[in-house]
């Protein structure tokens, strides 16, 4: 019995591994098609999110293997990220001003984003008290 | 002994494991700065520093790893169809702050790189550093930029976002949970995010949408933008 319980978990994970990377095959394909440069891994969100929303691909046949790449995403960018061995030489003396941009941009960006935010939904109960009104 | 340390297994193994210790770090430390990524980024660099363990030898390992980061951006989409109500019942504040910030991030990195006289490979690595960081990547890639310095600018990005967010949010009188959510997701992607699940439920939803949001719109924005 338990062994079948397994057997059949195994099978699953193998179902949701495959539906994953057809999507990324997909992605391929379709990042090749477009005239303009976009990103295959991208492409392969945006055709897994349609999968999803059209209801052909369930969330539960994502399972495992999903949450799985989801949560120690981060792993995957260790190898990446020690690539910078190699441009160490080449980043050195820019590195403080790198470093001023990313501060920069993230407080603009939190700031424009908030505020945006907050002013549409100000828009938004504007409208409908008007609506109410009228 | 210089065939074990080129076998891919090698430096699978190192990523687990570094990567292991620095989550175990981050936990007895509890502060964004202790990043298990960043913690084991160092520990790789450090080894291949300290011991026989060469560049190319991790690598080997290394790139298999990398292997798994289109699966990994694909389910990203399921992590946005988890959230799909909170996305339908706030639709328009969500796109237009995504839209708003992501174009902001973008091109205020591109004017402080010409300003700071960055030549156009530094330029082109910082440009995506807002979003999350396998879209990040392949932006900075197609754009002729250097993957490393992304990553960098990316967790470094994330751990700013995830420290000043609480201030930003005191400072402006950011009251609205979705508003704050939104910044923190489209302004520092998920170690911000790490933060936003802190501050509430509804935060860490919004900032979970905006990641993805953020970043599909940044994708947009490097296709019509001139730089």
Redesign the interface.
Known sequence: MQFEKDWGKKMKILTQ?GI??A??LA?NVVSALLP???????A??????LL??TGAVK?AR?GE??DF??KN???????????????YA??RE?IL?????????????????????????RL?KRGKAVETDG | MAEILSSPLC?IAL??F??KIGLWVNRRLKTPLAN??LI??SL??LL?GLTPLS?EQ??A???V??M???????????????E?EVLKRNF???M???????L??MA??YF??KW?G?DET?TAS?LP??VT???A???SV?GGG????T???V???GI??AC??PI?IKL?K?E?P???G???G???H?IGTSKAIELGEVQGAMSGI?I?VA??LT?AWS?VLPF
Do not use: D, W
Not at chain 1, 36 to 42: K, T
Not at chain 2, 96 to 102: F, I, R
Not at chain 2, 146 to 149: E, F, Q, T
């Open positions: 591994l994953i990377f999507v990324c992605g303009f440069p976009f990103p295959a891994s991208v392969a969100m945006v055709i897994l999110f999803l929303l969330p994502l293997s999903s790449l989801l995403m981060a792993i995957l960018f260790i190898p990446s990220g020690v690539g910078i061995l190699e441009q080449f980043v820019h001003k790198l470093a001023a941009i990313c501060l920069i941009t993230t407080l603009l960006t939190f700031v424009v984003t908030a505020f945006t935010v907050l002013g549409v939904i938004q | 430096g990523c687990i570094t990567f298990p990524l084991a980024i790789v660099i291949i560049y991790f690598s390992g290394g790139s790893i990398s798994l980061l289109p699966p990994a951006t694909a389910v990203l989409a399921s992590s946005i169809y988890r799909i328009l504040p969500i237009a702050g995504c839209l708003a910030g992501s902001t991030s205020s990195a402080l790189c700071f960055l530094l910082m550093k807002s960081t396998p879209i990547m392949e932006l197609a250097i993957a490393a310095v990553v960098a600018a967790i470094f990005t700013i976002g000043l967010s930003l402006f950011i609205n979705v508003a704050a939104v910044a923190i489209t302004a520092s998920a905006a993805g970043g599909l994708v296709l």
